[in-house]
T-cell receptor, first 113, second 117 residues
Framework: QKEVEQDPGPLSVPEGAIVSLNCTYS??????FMWYRQYSRKGPELLMY????GNKEDGRFTAQVDKSSKYISLFIRDSQPSDSATYLC?????????????FGTGTRLTIIP | KAGVTQTPRYLIKTRGQQVTLSCSPI?????VSWYQQTPGQGLQFLFE???????NKGNFPGRFSGRQFSNSRSEMNVSTLELGDSALYLC????????????????FGSGTRLTVV
């Protein structure tokens, strides 16, 4: 079993819709959880990170972590064509010297104008 | 401020050759990590350097190696290239080698696209 499993997509939704992207993870060690967005021919760009269970909101984006079910989600409200990209969830053990992100395979999202 | 800079952006090599890729981290970032991204395997961790020392290593053969210089710049080398080494190689830098919740700075460069023919 992979440490981080992600819905592979691809996912196409109309502009303005709410998008839900999901990942599950194994290993219950203390973790940071991140969502990265990657446009074609670019490196991943950090969208959000969180450590705690619950919701974290930033503009149109909400990251949700449920540690009891080992489930992480990203919600995008009022989706725009510029949100079309590949979204990657990732986790990283906490603590000094633990910079080793484990990524999901990514979900390619297309927002249809 | 300048981001993570990777050079070259594109590279074409033949099987059996060796290649060196370069990464300049964000100023002040002392940790540099390398990842390989392929359509089949996604993003996979290669290794991480901090203060010129390799601290973490992924599950890649010994043909993949790296180093970090005193100015935190890093290079990775792949020897005896195989067709399967064709990938996007990404470098990421982070602040002073630990994850600061108040200033999470794990930032990627745009990558080097390596094609082995």
């Amino acid at each position: 079993q992979k440490e981080v499993e992600q819905d592979p997509g691809p996912l196409s939704v109309p502009e303005g819709a709410i998008v839900s992207l999901n990942c599950t993870y194994s290993n219950s060690a203390f973790q940071y959880f991140m969502w990265y967005r990657q446009y074609s021919r670019k490196g991943p760009e950090l969208l959000m990170y969180t450590y705690s269970s619950g919701n974290k909101e930033d503009g149109r984006f909400t990251a949700q972590v449920d540690k009891s079910s080992k489930y992480i989600s990203l919600f995008i409200r009022d989706s725009q064509p510029s949100d079309s990209a590949t979204y990657l969830c990732a986790k990283n053990p906490t603590g000094f010297g633990n910079e080793k992100l484990t990524f999901g395979t990514g979900t390619r999202l297309t927002i249809i104008p | 401020k300048a981001g993570v800079t990777q050079t070259p952006r594109y590279l074409i090599k033949t099987r059996g050759q060796q290649v060196t890729l370069s990464c300049s981290p964000i100023s002040g970032h002392r940790s540099v990590s390398w990842y390989q991204q392929t359509p089949g395997q996604g993003l996979q961790f290669l290794f991480e350097y901090f203060s010129e020392t390799q601290r973490n290593k992924g599950n890649f053969p010994g043909r993949f190696s790296g180093r970090q210089f005193s100015n935190s710049r890093s290079e990775m080398n792949v020897s005896t290239l195989e067709l399967g080494d064709s990938a996007l190689y990404l470098c990421a830098s982070s602040l002073v080698g630990h994850l600061d919740l108040s200033n999470y700075g794990y930032t990627f460069g745009s990558g080097t696209r390596l094609t082995v023919v």
